[in-house]
């Protein structure tokens, strides 16, 4: 799906072992898990509510999370502070914030 050299992948490789895409939409999660995957994810886990997500990332501790902003059953930014404040080993992975709303 992209093009990447080698070293970049090389730099972003361990970060992403293990990707949670969080999205209350299952098309969007599913082209975000396409995308992590194409970018060498090993273990792409899918979520489409806070709590779910929260358990994920506990058993996981992934190095990257995608995460939808708004949603029925998913509040993209009180996720992230949550996550921030938590006592998890990844509460300091990045996170790339996601939106469908114009």
Avoid: H, W
Wanted: proline share 4%.
């Amino acid at each position: 799906m992209f093009a990447a050299d080698a070293r970049l992948l090389s730099r972003i490789e361990p970060v992403l072992r293990r990707v949670i895409v969080a999205d209350p939409n299952q098309a969007s999660a599913l082209l975000l898990a396409d995308i992590a995957k194409s970018l060498g994810a090993r273990d792409v886990a899918v979520a489409s509510d806070q709590e779910r997500v929260m358990a994920l990332a506990a058993e996981l501790e992934p190095g990257l999370f995608f995460m939808e902003r708004s949603g029925a059953r998913l509040d993209g930014e009180a996720l992230v502070r949550r996550l921030r404040r938590s006592d998890l080993a990844c509460r300091q992975a990045p996170i790339i914030m996601v939106t469908a709303e114009a």
